[in-house]
């Protein structure tokens, strides 16, 4: 039984990754694959025959295969709050958020630094309208601990949300432990597996811009990224192939369906050790223990 179970989920992923041109991604029939998906899952999950989240991902708009383990996770969850918050999101476009939102329904902010990424993407999501659904809000804005919460705040959203996401090449580690204003049930987030399994952290630095003094000084490692997100009461329970985006699960839910993984679980893929060697030149720079 496993076995088939394994076999129709590669065979359904190839089957959306064949669909899923540009010109495709929209369309009804990448809707309904994923839906038989998640109702799929949701069966699996009943039998206590799901796979491993390895097994799930695909891509449809994320950068990576983030779409399916995303779609993998909120099947076991539920999909009872589809609102997300996405910083450092770009046009919205090849987000980690644009997938739930075509596909799924789903709601929430995107947030830019960058002013004509901005307005791309609200001439996207204007150009492909859901009559149903909620526009996303698109907010221009440089992000950092002070305004990070009053952003949010300001622009609607607060509580519980399903989905939070954050890329800015900087300061991620010190956005994520400024947030207090919502409470996300998923957490995903750009780590700097250059680091290695040092716990280290990039000090603070509110005008950072991308690349800096050099463009691998920046960030959090994976190390004191899970242990930021264990003091904030997550738990690790993925990351895409590349094993930069980590993906963390709020704790107390579906801890047995999703249970926690170590950091090095998830530091295998080829490019990881490649990038500790450009560590060398920045490695007795100033760092902060996560």
């Not at 997938?99 to 999501?125: E, V």
């Not at 300061?171 to 250059?194: F, G, L, R």
């Not at 463009?215 to 242990?227: D, L, Q, R, T, W």
């Not at 998830?266 to 050790?273: A, E, R, T």
Request: aromatic residues 14%; contains cysteine.
């Amino acid at each position: 039984m496993i076995s088939q179970m394994k076999a129709w989920i590669k065979n359904a992923i190839k089957n959306i990754f064949m669909i899923v041109k540009v010109r495709h991604r929209l369309g009804p029939s990448v809707q309904i694959s994923q839906r038989k998906m998640y109702l799929y899952y949701k069966e699996l999950q009943k039998k206590k025959e799901l796979p491993h989240i390895n097994e799930t991902g695909f891509r449809v708009f994320s950068q990576f295969e983030e779409d399916g383990k995303l779609l993998f996770i909120f099947s076991i969850l539920g999909m009872d709050n589809k609102v997300f918050v996405e910083i450092g999101s770009d046009d919205g476009v090849n987000s980690n958020s644009a997938n739930l939102y075509f596909n799924f329904g789903w709601r929430g902010l995107f947030i830019d630094a960058n002013s004509r990424s901005i307005k791309r993407g609200i001439k996207f999501f204007g150009k492909y309208p859901h009559p149903w659904f909620y526009q996303p809000t698109f907010v221009c804005a440089k992000v950092t601990r002070e305004n990070v919460n009053d952003l949010i705040r300001e622009n609607g959203f607060n509580g519980d949300v399903g989905l939070l996401s954050i890329d800015i090449d900087g300061n991620d580690y010190w956005i994520w432990d400024a947030i207090d204003v919502i409470n996300p049930k998923v957490v995903i987030i750009e780590t700097h597996n250059e680091f290695g399994l040092n716990n280290i952290v990039v000090p603070y630095d509110a005008s950072y811009s991308f690349p800096g003094k050099h463009p691998v000084y920046h960030g959090a490692s994976p190390v004191a990224m899970n242990k930021l997100a264990n003091k904030k009461g997550y738990r690790l329970v993925g990351a895409n192939e590349l094993g930069f985006n980590f993906i963390f699960v709020k704790n107390g839910l579906a801890e047995n369906e999703l249970p926690e993984v170590s950091v090095e679980s998830v530091l295998n893929h080829p490019s990881v050790k490649q990038g500790y060697k450009t560590f060398e030149a920045i490695k007795d720079w100033e760092y902060l223990k996560g």
